[in-house]
């Protein structure tokens, strides 16, 4: 059994902003991830994906951090906790200082940093990134952690949280191709594993995004909040699958179904033109699910998007890289439609924390999409890169207090749950693995936009059988890439369940509106 001060799962930017940190604060360190590090994971993925990465910087007047927090407080509709959203807010510009060290670079305009108003943001504090600036992050943070100390390992999936007297006591992790089991026994556990998106049909999550992060914390009794919640946007599905266009262009276009009709809204009256951008990109999605479900969507339950009105110049001033993207595919956006659909942005809830990270179990921490809380009913854009760095750095270092004080718990305390079985059991198989998680992404397909409280309850018993099936198989060492695959169902086939479960609840909603369903 390996014995550390902080395990860290997940090698994101908060999985990897936290490792440093903790190392930096003389802890042991070891971080795992189940794939390459910096080559996973949504910080790194979503360079192909967008046009630029963004990151909101309230520092220029009139704005200011008070002002920010209100935004984030009126985007969550209520829903947040009031002590993360301030933590976070009063953590920006400590991380704003460490980029700068670690030598990160944002697009300039006229000499200074390029600043976009998003939709929901009362100011212009959305900075425009650098190119590639996930992969270029990912791999500065990963240069620091390792230079600090930090233990690196690729390829190591955690199966389980491991617990003693009560507490988090470290990890039971396979390698992704050996199958050779590893216990880990850390004084604490830093959970930054990622989303959901997955769940669904249409994401901009990478593949490896599976809701590891929230089902091992659920397994091992942590507290959870806001599950209900997933953040919903227009996405790409030909010529390209989960390209996400910018708002400002996708906005300017129109949105058709196939029988030529196409999307109007009409905005509330006394909204400021901030909240109607981001109140029309919401009714967006509501209208498209609307289409699909009575039958005028396309025949593969898509809808049109036509960009052909834009002038070039708007595209090549605004959104050249995406432009580019989708004519070397196959689509011209100055003279085709394209398809799009709502997809799954990112997962809204999470493990309930306090404004340090932790969670209702001791010894456990949480930081970036695995966190709940921040966002609430919805989220602003620009928000993801710095969640995690603020969150990454203050969940390390409580985590690193919690460590020192409470030191490791006796090894003889560590419970190691057997995950193997004898010669009558199940074997795991990579095709049955694949149709479990095919039935995952049914189920919940429905539930995206608009919840219907007969879609829910179907979902959750499709839910129900699939983890009773996929749990029913136990692990196999020497079968480690069906194992693993089965492992990843039952984890998102939980997940799945516990969102499904949440939007059954009064104030289950998705996409920043209030339920209109019954328990």
């Known amino acids: ?3 550390v001060d902080v395990l860290v799962i997940g090698g994101g930017c908060a999985g990897l902003r936290a490792a440093a940190e903790a190392a930096g604060l003389g802890a042991r360190v070891l971080l795992l991830n189940k794939g390459r590090i910096g080559r996973t994971g949504c910080s790194a993925f979503l360079d192909h994906r967008i046009e630029y990465s963004l990151m909101n910087i309230p520092d220029q007047a009139p704005d200011s951090p008070e002002r920010y927090l209100e935004d984030l407080l009126a985007c969550g509709a209520g829903r947040n906790d009031p002590a993360v959203v301030e933590a976070f807010v009063e953590g920006i510009m400590e991380e704003r200082e460490f980029l700068r060290r670690l030598g990160m670079r944002f697009r300039e305009e006229g000499g200074r940093p390029r600043r976009l108003q998003l939709p929901g943001h009362s100011c212009a504090r959305s900075l425009v990134c650098e190119e590639g600036f996930g992969r270029k992050l990912l791999a500065r943070l990963a240069d620091l952690a390792w230079a600090r100390g930090t233990v690196l ?3 190591m999936v955690a199966l389980d949280l491991l617990r003693a007297g009560g507490r988090a006591a470290g990890a039971l992790a396979a390698h992704g191709r050996t199958g050779a089991l590893t216990a880990v026994q850390a004084g604490a556990v830093v959970l930054a594993a990622g989303g959901l998106g997955n769940a669904f049909p249409l994401t901009t999550n ?3 995004i599976a809701g590891d992060g929230v089902a091992l914390a659920c397994r091992a009794g942590a507290a959870l909040r806001d599950m209900g919640f997933v953040q919903c946007y227009p996405l790409t599905t030909a010529p390209t699958r989960g390209t996400y266009l910018i708002s400002g262009i996708l906005l300017a276009g129109r949105v ?3 029988l030529g009709e196409g999307f109007a809204f009409d905005l509330p009256a006394g909204l400021a ?3 109607a951008r981001k109140a029309r990109l919401l009714a967006l999605c509501h209208w498209m699910a609307t289409e699909v479900r009575e039958g005028r969507a396309f025949e593969d339950r898509c809808l049109e998007w036509d960009g052909t009105a834009i002038p070039r110049e708007t595209y090549e001033t605004q959104m050249p890289a995406t432009l580019a993207a989708l004519r070397r595919a196959g689509a011209d956006l100055l003279r085709d439609r394209i398809r799009i659909a709502p997809g799954a942005h990112q997962m809204l809830g999470g493990l309930r924390v306090n404004a340090h990270g932790a969670t209702s179990l001791p010894g456990l921490f949480a930081a970036g ?13 620009g928000t993801g890169i710095l969640e995690g760095l603020v969150f990454g750095r203050r969940a390390a270092r409580a985590a690193a207090s919690f460590a020192a004080a409470a030191g490791p718990p006796p090894p003889g305390d560590v419970a190691v749950e057997p995950l193997t079985a004898g010669s009558g059991a199940r074997l795991p198989s990579l095709g049955e693995a694949k149709a ?10 429905p539930l995206l936009v608009r919840k219907d409280p007969r879609d829910i309850r179907r979902a959750l018993q499709e839910l129900a059988e699939i983890r009773a099936a996929a749990e029913g198989v136990p692990f196999d060492p020497a079968r480690p890439r069906p194992s693993l695959r089965m492992r990843r169902v039952s984890n998102l086939a939980l997940t799945a369940s516990l969102v499904a479960a949440a939007m059954a609840e009064p104030v289950g909603a998705l996409v920043g509106e209030r339920a209109e369903v019954t328990p």
């Open 1 to 3: 059994m390996l014995t």
């Open 206 to 208: 990478p593949p490896d």
């Open 153 to 155: 390992r690729e390829g």
């Open 256 to 258: 058709l179904n196939r």
């Open 369 to 381: 999409e695995d966190l709940g809380g921040l966002h609430g009913a919805d989220r602003l854009s």
């Open 273 to 275: 033109p901030h909240a």
């Open 436 to 445: 479990l998680e095919a039935r995952i992404v049914g189920a919940m397909d």
